[in-house]
């Protein structure tokens, strides 16, 4: 069973920083799709942003520019790096690893870091 484990969350003011982490508990990082994902109180989950096996990047509109995705395949580490942080970035975000299988796909979630930034 794979773990993801994020870390990193916090309180900064707006226009601040962050680095999210996601360690991995085994070696997957580089075969799956990774993402993160935030839910805001009130709101569904949505993705933020990801990156493909092959290197693909994706971004939500509301934070391209100033979120910025990466991996270190061999320490098993996915980061978020998050600057010129709003209001609206309040959240709790969650790590998701992604892979193609039989009858659709397989998927594992982290348990969440929260993120608030106070204007």
């Known amino acids: 069973q794979v773990q993801l484990e994020e870390s990193g969350g916090g309180s900064v003011q707006a226009g601040g920083s962050l680095r999210l982490s996601c360690a991995a508990s085994r070696s997957i990082i580089s075969s799956n799709t990774m993402a993160w994902y935030r839910q805001a109180p009130g709101k569904q989950r949505e993705l933020v942003a990801s990156?493909?096996?092959?290197?693909?990047?994706r971004y939500e509109d509301s934070v391209k520019g100033r979120f910025t995705i990466s991996r270190a395949n061999a320490r098993n580490v996915v980061y978020l790096d998050m600057s010129g942080l709003k209001p609206e970035d309040t959240a709790v975000y969650y790590c998701?690893?992604?892979?193609?299988?039989?009858?659709?796909?397989?998927?594992?979630w982290g348990q969440g870091t929260l993120v608030t930034v106070s204007s």
């Open positions: 990156i493909s096996s092959g290197g693909n990047l």
């Open positions: 998701n690893a992604r892979r193609p299988a039989v009858g659709g796909y397989v998927e594992h």
